[in-house]
C-alpha cells in the first residue's frame, strides 16, 4: 500500500462520504464470476531503486544502458526520485539570489542545513554554503591558505586529481606563487620523505586528496603533524565524500575542500556540480563564498540571514574573496535533500555497500592471469588495475560488451600507461563485475596467445637464419 497517494483513513472517510462500509461493497455490482480474485502476479516486494531497474529494463528490451566503472571525481550513485520531485518545487526552482534574507527564508534554511550536514561530515567546524565546483573549491582552498600564511609556496600531492591540480596552477599562476608537485610512493600515497625534503619556511599549504586519484585512502595525520611543524596549512580535497561515512573525517586538517557531486547530483555529462569548503572557526573570516547563520527576530522567532558574504558588492573590492560561483544552492539542496533522506545509517549502509563491491571486483580482477593491483594502500570505492599490454584495447573491448571499464591513467601519467582506475558503486551489481572479470580473463588470454605465437615465429625464423 506504500505506493498509493490515499492512506487507510482517507479511503474509510471516502467510503463514508459516498455511502458504503468497504471497498468489497463498493465493487459488489460487479458480477463474481468475472471479479478477480487472489493478488496480482507481481514481482516484490522491491526497492525503489529495483522498481526503476525493472521498468528500465521493460522499456528497453531491445537495448540496454552501459554499466559504468568510471569515476575520477564523477561518480554515479542511485538518486531517489524524491530528491528531483523536492528540487523542483517552484519556491527552490525558480529562486535566484537571497539578497533579501526576509524573502528567501527557505533557502537561506536549506543553505543552512548544507552547511551543518558538510561540517558532519568533515569534522571541521564551520562550512560554507557551497561552491562552483571541486577543482575550484581545492583550488580557493590554497587562495585561502596564501591569505592566511602570508607565505607563497605550495606543496601538491601528484596523486591529487590531474584536472584539480590543473586549475590551481591557472588560478596561481599570475600571483608569484611557487607549486611543487610532490611524488606518490608505492603504494599510491603521499611520500612523505619527499614532502619532508620539499617542506620549507616558506610554505603556506600541502594540498593531498583522501581518498586520492588512485583511490588510495591518504594517512592525513602523518601528515597533518610534519605540516605543522613547519607552521604551514593542511588542506584535504576530497572528491567521494560518500567515503566519510567509513572513513574517520580529515578533522586534523585546516581545510577540507571538494566536490559533493556524489549526495543526490548526477553525472549529467559533467555537471552543473558542487564544491565544498570547510575549515576551523578561526580561519572564518578568509572563506570565500557565503555563509549563512541562525538568528533570531525581533520577536523571538528563528530566522536565517547570510552571515558572511565577502563579495565586492559588500565589502572593499581588495578585501573581497569572490570566486567562479558565490554558491551552488540548487545543487547544494540536492545533496542537502539526498543526505537527510538516506540519514546517518543509511549513509553508511550505501558506503559499506560501495567498499564491499569494489573490493569484491577487484578480488575477482586479481584471479585473472598477468593483471595486478599495483597500489597496495587501502582503498574505498577505486582502486587501479594494471594490465600488460595495453589497458586501451582493454576498454575498448569493454565497451563493445556495453561496459565502460574505467579510465585509462595514461592519460595524465605517463609513466601507467597500463594502468586502468576502476571504480565500483551500488548501481553495479554482481552480474556486471563478473562479466567484467571474464572479458579480462578472455583478453589475458588472447594477449597470452598471441605473445607464443610472436614468440614460435620469432623461433623459426632464427632457425632458419641459422
Same mark, same amino acid.
Given at each position: 500500500?506504500?505506493?498509493? &497517494?490515499?492512506? &487507510? ?5 471516502? *467510503? ?28 516484490? &516486494? ?12 521493460? $522499456? ?26 523536492m528540487l523542483s ?11 533579501? +534574507? ?7 534554511q536549506a543553505m ?11 569534522? %571541521?567546524?564551520?562550512?560554507? $554554503? ?45 600571483? +608569484?606563487?611557487? %607549486? ?11 611520500? %612523505? +620523505? ?39 596549512? *593542511? ?24 566536490e559533493a557531486q ?21 580561519? %572564518? ?17 528563528? +530566522?536565517?540571514?547570510?552571515? *558572511? ?46 567498499? $564491499? ?16 593491483? &599495483? ?92
Amino acid at each position: 500500500m506504500r505506493y498509493l &497517494p490515499n492512506s &487507510p483513513s482517507d479511503r474509510a472517510e471516502m *467510503l463514508r462520504t459516498i455511502g458504503y462500509g468497504s471497498v468489497e461493497e463498493l465493487f459488489s455490482q460487479i458480477p463474481q464470476e468475472i471479479r478477480f480474485q487472489g493478488r496480482l502476479n507481481l514481482p516484490g &516486494p522491491l526497492s525503489e531503486q529495483e522498481i526503476l531497474d525493472f521498468f528500465r529494463e521493460a $522499456a528497453s528490451q531491445t537495448s540496454r544502458e552501459y554499466a559504468s566503472f568510471l569515476g575520477a571525481g564523477a561518480y554515479s550513485h542511485f538518486r531517489p526520485v524524491a530528491v528531483d520531485a523536492m528540487l523542483s518545487r517552484g519556491e527552490f526552482f525558480t529562486a535566484y539570489t537571497p539578497y533579501q +534574507g526576509e524573502l528567501a527564508q527557505g533557502t537561506l534554511q536549506a543553505m543552512f542545513e548544507f552547511q551543518t550536514l558538510m561540517t558532519q561530515l568533515t569534522g %571541521m567546524e564551520v562550512s560554507n $554554503a557551497s561552491l562552483y565546483d571541486g577543482s575550484t573549491a581545492t583550488t580557493e582552498a590554497v587562495l585561502m591558505a596564501l591569505r592566511l600564511t602570508r607565505r607563497n609556496r605550495v606543496l601538491v600531492a601528484r596523486s591529487l586529481h590531474p584536472e584539480y591540480r590543473e586549475v590551481m596552477t591557472t588560478y596561481v599562476r599570475h600571483q +608569484g606563487t611557487e %607549486m611543487v608537485n610532490v611524488p606518490y610512493s608505492a603504494a599510491g600515497q603521499l611520500n %612523505m +620523505g619527499e614532502l619532508e625534503l620539499a617542506l620549507k619556511p616558506e610554505t603556506a599549504a600541502v594540498v593531498v586528496q583522501s581518498p586520492n586519484f588512485f583511490g588510495v585512502v591518504e594517512h592525513c595525520r602523518k601528515v597533518a603533524e610534519l605540516v605543522h611543524q613547519k607552521g604551514a596549512l *593542511l588542506i584535504v580535497s576530497v572528491t567521494e565524500p560518500l567515503s566519510l561515512a567509513v572513513i574517520n573525517p580529515p578533522s586534523e586538517a585546516d581545510i577540507v575542500a571538494g566536490e559533493a557531486q556524489s549526495f543526490g547530483v548526477p553525472v549529467a555529462f559533467g555537471g552543473p556540480y558542487l564544491g565544498f569548503l570547510a575549515t576551523r572557526e578561526k580561519f %572564518m573570516r578568509q572563506m570565500p563564498g557565503r555563509l549563512v547563520g541562525q538568528t533570531v527576530d525581533t520577536e523571538g522567532r528563528r +530566522g536565517f540571514v547570510l552571515t *558572511l558574504a565577502t563579495r565586492e558588492q559588500h565589502i572593499r573590492r581588495e578585501k573581497a574573496t569572490s570566486n567562479i560561483c558565490t554558491n551552488q544552492s540548487l545543487c547544494a539542496l540536492a545533496a542537502t535533500i539526498y543526505l537527510c533522506l538516506l540519514g546517518k545509517e543509511g549513509l553508511k549502509a550505501l558506503a559499506e555497500h560501495n567498499l $564491499a563491491k569494489a573490493h569484491y571486483a577487484a578480488h575477482q580482477l586479481l584471479d585473472v592471469p598477468d593483471i595486478t593491483i &599495483p597500489f597496495q594502500g587501502p582503498y574505498f570505492n577505486e582502486f587501479v588495475v594494471k594490465v600488460p599490454g595495453g589497458a586501451e584495447g582493454l576498454l575498448r573491448i569493454l565497451r563493445r560488451e556495453k561496459i565502460l571499464g574505467g579510465v585509462s591513467l595514461g592519460r595524465f601519467y605517463p609513466e601507467l600507461k597500463d594502468h586502468i582506475l576502476v571504480c565500483v558503486t551500488e548501481t553495479v551489481n554482481k552480474a556486471t563485475i563478473d562479466h567484467m572479470a571474464r572479458v579480462y580473463n578472455d583478453y589475458a588470454k588472447r594477449k597470452k596467445s598471441g605473445n607464443a605465437r610472436k614468440a614460435t615465429a620469432s623461433h623459426a625464423l632464427g632457425q632458419e637464419n641459422v
